[in-house]
């Protein structure tokens, strides 16, 4: 009986030693994942689950610990077991959700996200209606951007590429350092610092040496940036740590804070805390916009939209206006982080808010007029994947420019991508009366492919213009039509342009019906021949002098109420850029011999180089031709538009 007795007292006292070990043992893992120390915390969570502790709360602390670590493959073998669970908070269905996304699976993203919904969480419906769409929109859509190596990442988080004066900026923790202090609790990474490296350099290692010099590298996490034009001042983030003290909020966390600094003999001093900042909320991810008028910046302070938006501070004579939150447009209930201002005044940002294709995905905004923000678009692939896609840069030429991501394939954690871009083309142009030359508004503009297909279709504004989005290296054929007149049909390429080309002017005439008979007429009495010209020039030839003379007789002495157009084209070698202005100045020397030989300016309704198009011979860039055959291209054209 005493033997029995004294075996339970052993068990119970034994159970209640194991209880009070995995209840410190759980204070612990929760006191580590409070601090943001989630690699730690997610140790301590799995030993909980090994041994059967509250297994319901380790589960689903386990699954939030491996999303902080931008682990989506790992927090969805959780999230799948916490959304399991009777009673589990709504929010698991939409974290399950946002990391099967990070996993590319979207179907059961698009059912969990609707779980999410139907609990009573809050989201737009038409996010996951329409995600199928929207995927698929994205997918298929045309690459404007495309992706080169960078020799500079390393094995640990390096991102916030930033290019000025022929260097690149970027913030990396690739620098352990001696003390253990040097070692972040969140992923276990070195803290981070900002490192300069000229552009043009070929060096593959970037070590210490190439750390910022000066004050703005600290013991702690320093970076991303941005610098003023002239190159004197730098606005950088930093942990809250300024002339040797941490700062921490009433619940001991240190958050992030807006610095600047400025640069003084080569290097950067005179570090400064910028006045909107505080101990209990972080700003971050400073961007300057064209002008430097305004400080854009992401935080996560009180009054915001959910998450951490983006706002923005006026910036008048060094000082700084009140924060002002740039609104719904841009910010969720959600994250929006790393804001960045290209030379034209387009925002883009990085966001787990807006419609993407896994975590944090690039944004750019569409503005109106006014210069007011009215959508947000998705810059889609190879720039966004399932995974973190952030720290968006571009430089001042469109074209180029970085970003990074955590996305497989790469070296470290985060790493920088560089990006050449190729521009949107447009084909724009007014469309003209051939009489008056007054603009003719609501004709109908529509643009086929090669094989005849229609690809868009519109009427030209109030002021007969026009506006059409095309692809590169095509051929296209333009039609316009009209009420009362004659329909217009020409060819157009994009082949052969240059990169940095973003419209290609097309202004025509359409001729009103009422003159064509009569025009008809005339032109079956008069034969206008063609003048050429010698390669890679505008010059009047001399066997071709005659057959000028005779224009201006027929227009002086035949038919003196006569109005033409001149047209001029080029054979198809030489890039499409260089033919349009070759074309346009053997346009120019035609109509400059007419009018100094005595036609009336007034009666040549308009003189234009339209390059290689309407190739007499099918003679182009891809085709073997002899020097005659290109001859026929190089030619001028003479249109009989009106005899009174």
């Given at each position: 009986?005493?033997?029995?007795n004294?075996i339970?007292?052993g068990?119970f ?5 194991c ?5 410190d ?7 580590l994942f ?6 730690q915390a997610?140790?301590a ?5 090994n041994e059967?502790?509250?297994?319901d ?11 902080y ?13 916490a959304?399991?669970?009777?009673n ?5 269905y939409?974290n399950?959700s946002?990391a099967?996304?990070?996993i590319?699976n ?5 059912t ?6 139907d ?6 419906e038409q996010?996951?209606l ?17 992706l080169k ?6 094995k640990?988080?390096?991102f916030g ?5 022929g260097n690149i900026?970027?913030t990396?923790?690739?620098e352990?350092?001696d003390?253990?202090?040097?070692i972040?609790g969140?992923?276990?990474?070195p803290?981070l ?5 000229e ?5 593959s290692?970037?070590?210490?040496k190439?750390k910022l ?12 940036l941005?610098i003023t034009k002239?190159g004197k001042?730098?606005y950088?983030?930093?942990?809250d740590f ?12 240190s958050n ?5 600094a400025s ?5 950067w001093k005179?570090i400064?805390e910028?006045?909107?900042n505080?101990?209990?909320?972080s ?9 430097e008028s305004?400080?854009y910046?992401a935080?996560?302070?009180?009054g915001g939209?959910?998450g951490?938006?983006?706002y923005?501070?006026d910036i ?11 609104g719904?447009v841009?910010n ?5 982080k ?5 030379n034209?005044g ?6 787990d ?14 503005s109106?007029?006014?210069?007011t923000?009215v959508?947000v ?10 995974k973190?896609?952030?720290s968006f840069f571009?430089n001042?030429?469109g074209l180029s420019?970085?970003f990074?991501s955590?996305r ?6 985060d790493?920088?991508?560089?990006y050449?871009r190729?521009?949107?083309?447009y084909?724009?142009g ?9 603009t003719i508004s ?5 643009l ?9 279709s ?6 007969g213009?026009?506006?059409i989005n095309?692809?590169?290296?095509t051929?296209?054929l ?15 390429t994009?082949k052969h342009?240059d990169?940095?080309l973003?419209?290609i002017e ?8 009422a003159i ?8 079956e009495i008069?034969?206008?021949s063609?003048i ?7 010059k009047?030839?001399?066997e ?10 027929i ?8 109005i033409i ?5 080029s054979d ?8 349009y202005?070759?074309?346009?100045e ?8 007419l ?8 009666r ?9 198009e309407?190739?007499?011979n099918?003679c182009?860039?891809s ?7 290109h001859q026929?291209?190089?030619r ?5 538009v009106?005899?009174k």
């Amino acid at each position: 009986m005493k033997l029995k007795n004294h075996i339970k007292i052993g068990l119970f006292l034994f159970t209640s030693i194991c209880a009070f070990s995995q209840n410190d043992m759980q204070k612990r893992a929760d006191n580590l994942f409070n601090n943001f120390a989630f690699v730690q915390a997610s140790n301590a969570y799995h030993k909980l689950l090994n041994e059967g502790y509250n297994t319901d709360y380790a589960t689903r602390q386990l699954a939030d610990s491996y999303a902080y670590m931008r682990n989506p493959d790992s927090a969805v073998v959780y999230y799948e077991k916490a959304v399991k669970q009777i009673n589990v908070p709504k929010e698991y269905y939409y974290n399950y959700s946002q990391a099967l996304r990070g996993i590319k699976n979207y179907e059961a993203s698009r059912t969990w996200m609707k779980q999410f919904k139907d609990a009573g969480g809050s989201i737009k419906e038409q996010n996951y209606l329409n995600d199928s769409d929207f995927l698929n929109s994205i997918f298929n859509a045309k690459k404007q951007y495309f992706l080169k190596n960078i020799k500079f990442n390393s094995k640990f988080s390096d991102f916030g590429a930033y290019e000025h004066n022929g260097n690149i900026y970027f913030t990396s923790s690739r620098e352990k350092g001696d003390l253990k202090k040097h070692i972040n609790g969140w992923d276990e990474e070195p803290f981070l610092n900002i490192y300069a490296i000229e552009k043009n350099a070929n060096d593959s290692i970037v070590d210490g040496k190439s750390k910022l010099k000066g004050k703005v590298n600290s013991v702690y996490h320093d970076g991303p940036l941005t610098i003023t034009k002239d190159g004197k001042t730098m606005y950088f983030s930093r942990t809250d740590f300024i002339k040797n003290v941490l700062g921490r909020n009433g619940e001991g966390i240190s958050n992030i804070k807006i610095y600047k600094a400025s640069l003084i003999d080569g290097k950067w001093k005179n570090i400064e805390e910028l006045p909107f900042n505080s101990n209990h909320f972080s700003n971050a991810h400073p961007a300057l916009n064209e002008d430097e008028s305004k400080l854009y910046f992401a935080s996560d302070r009180s009054g915001g939209k959910g998450g951490s938006d983006i706002y923005y501070v006026d910036i008048n004579n060094g000082s700084y206006g009140k924060p002002k939150n740039i609104g719904s447009v841009v910010n969720t209930n959600k994250n929006e982080k790393f804001p960045f201002i290209n030379n034209e005044g387009v925002l883009f940002f990085s966001s787990d808010g807006h419609p993407g294709l896994g975590l944090l995905d690039v944004f750019g905004t569409v503005s109106n007029e006014s210069e007011t923000i009215v959508s947000v678009i998705n810059l889609g692939t190879p720039v966004n994947s399932s995974k973190d896609d952030f720290s968006f840069f571009m430089n001042d030429d469109g074209l180029s420019g970085y970003f990074a991501s955590n996305r497989k394939g790469g070296v470290g954690s985060d790493d920088i991508y560089a990006y050449d871009r190729i521009l949107q083309l447009y084909i724009k142009g007014t469309i003209y009366d051939g009489i008056n030359n007054t603009t003719i508004s609501g004709a109908t503009v529509t643009l086929l492919d090669e094989s005849n297909n229609e690809i868009a279709s519109l009427k030209t504004n109030e002021n007969g213009h026009y506006s059409i989005n095309i692809d590169r290296d095509t051929d296209y054929l333009v039609k316009a039509n009209k009420e009362g007149f004659v329909d217009y049909e020409n060819t157009l390429t994009s082949k052969h342009i240059d990169r940095n080309l973003k419209t290609i002017e097309n202004d025509f005439l359409m001729q009103p019906k009422a003159i064509v008979e009569e025009t008809k007429e005339i032109s079956e009495i008069i034969v206008l021949s063609p003048i050429y010209y010698s390669y890679n020039s505008s010059k009047i030839r001399n066997e071709d002098i005659q057959e000028l003379d005779k224009m201006v007789d027929i227009m002086l002495n035949i038919y003196p109420y006569m109005i033409i157009k001149i047209e001029s084209y080029s054979d198809s070698r030489g890039s499409a850029n260089y033919n349009y202005k070759l074309s346009q100045e053997r346009a120019n020397a035609t109509y400059q011999y007419l009018v100094n030989k005595g036609v009336s300016p007034a009666r040549i309704l308009d003189y234009k180089g339209y390059g290689e198009e309407k190739l007499t011979n099918g003679c182009d860039s891809s085709s073997k031709c002899t020097e005659a055959q290109h001859q026929s291209n190089r030619r001028t054209n003479f249109i009989i538009v009106k005899q009174k």
